[in-house]
């Protein structure tokens, strides 16, 4: 090598140095910064894992821990502690709701309409479902998400839903699942709506949809649900004639609650029918709730007590209605009780004046269910998560799940 040659490689190897100084300083910035963000992501998934166990001890203390669930009673509604979970702190809150209660005017409203309401069977029909939730109270309420059941045999329609969110719900299975993040904000006498559409081919029989809200209000989770929609399908079936649904059908125990009940008439056949009365086997405990009466008649329903201890209503119509192939027809009012736990079935008849007077029956149906309903909040360092359970013996269920 030249003493020229010797000289040029001391530059060369400094210049290779800095390019590599150059290079390696993003690097390690890099790696630094993906060290701490997979640092600050294991630190985030401990939290909540820390969280959703605290939340499993309070469900478990709810089930097994005598006297626990009973002390969250009217007066006492709230249990905080803390638990250590993987060495940390959790708190958790455990509040038992007080639903159904007051004002019936200052509330949450969920409604559902679906167009057409009758179809031919065998025959792909769409149908648009209309979800209507209003706010009557004096404060803003915020929606956190919204879950729709389909009835079997029916399929969401891509690219169908408006209003809320024009966003595709998550499907899983029959059930559609819309989560709003941020929340939506709903003020006081607002209303709002989610349209979506749904096809089936389908066979004789009525079918109903059940949809759930999940509130937010006062940072607790707040669910109603609405089991309604109805749509008939033309066909000849005398067990189509007639069934029944409630609104609510999940309440908490020991609380004064008013329940809606209609009863849908459906003429399936190809006779135009008359309808010369409606009647309702009210459950043990239940009274008919004067001037509720809609639909068929507004008329006072004639009333008795059953030596079983039910509540018999009778409407008996005069000048008979008539109800046409493939129409449906509606008679609702409201019944009010409170509950002990458990499960209360109804029943309901029609007489059709249909060559002769025959009457059909739904059997028990529009089941209410009566149990103890609790929130539970279970915080971890920034991590929060939000459950709504309910308590039927010491099984204990998931209602609502939301993590923050």
């Known amino acids: 090598m030249s003493k020229d040659e010797k000289g040029l490689a001391l530059p060369l190897a400094l210049a290779a140095m800095a390019i590599g100084v150059l290079l390696l300083i993003p690097f390690l910035q890099h790696a630094t910064t993906t060290l701490r963000g997979s640092g600050i992501y294991q630190q985030k998934m401990l939290a909540q894992y820390c969280a959703e166990a605290g939340v499993e001890h309070a469900m478990w203390r709810l089930a097994y821990e005598l006297g626990f669930a009973t002390s969250l009673s009217p007066g006492n509604r709230t249990a905080q502690y803390t638990v250590t979970v993987s060495g940390s702190a959790v708190q958790v809150t455990v509040s038992g709701m007080d639903v159904g209660g007051g004002d019936p005017g200052d509330n949450l409203t969920v409604n559902k ?239 059709l004046k249909d060559g002769g007077q025959n009457a059909y029956y739904t059997g028990p149906t529009a089941p209410i269910e009566a149990c103890r309903l609790f929130d539970i909040e279970a915080q971890a360092q920034d991590t929060t998560i939000r459950a709504n359970v309910k308590l039927v013996g010491r099984k204990v269920s998931v209602r609502s799940w939301q993590i923050e």
């Open 113 to 351: 309409v679906v167009d057409p309401t009758t179809a031919d069977a065998g025959v792909e029909t769409t149908f648009t479902y209309v979800i209507t939730i209003s706010n009557d109270r004096s404060s803003t309420a915020y929606i956190r998400g919204l879950e729709d059941q389909l009835r079997s045999g029916f399929s969401y329609v891509p690219g169908s839903s408006s209003g809320l969110t024009t966003a595709n719900p998550v499907v899983n299975g029959q059930e559609l699942a819309w989560a709003f993040a941020p929340r939506i904000p709903i003020e006081p006498g607002e209303s709002k709506q989610q349209v979506f559409q749904a096809t089936a081919t389908l066979d004789p029989g009525i079918y109903y949809n059940y949809v759930k809200v999940i509130f937010e209000v006062t940072a607790k989770p707040e669910i109603i649900t609405y089991r309604g929609a109805p749509v008939g399908v033309v066909g000849m079936a005398d067990e189509n004639y007639i069934s029944k649904t409630v609104n609510p059908d999940e309440v908490p125990v020991h609380v004064q609650t008013t329940f809606t009940y209609t009863i849908y008439i459906f003429n399936g056949g190809e006779e135009v029918l008359e309808i010369s009365q409606v009647g309702d086997d009210l459950p043990i405990g239940f009274r008919y709730v004067p001037q509720t009466s809609e639909g068929l008649t507004t008329a006072e329903p004639e009333r008795r007590i059953t030596g079983e201890g039910y509540q018999e209503l009778k409407w008996n119509l005069s000048p008979r209605p008539i109800i046409l192939p493939g129409d449906m027809l509606t008679q609702t009012f409201q019944a009010a009780a409170n509950l002990q736990e458990g499960t209360y079935f109804n029943s309901a008849w029609v007489v």
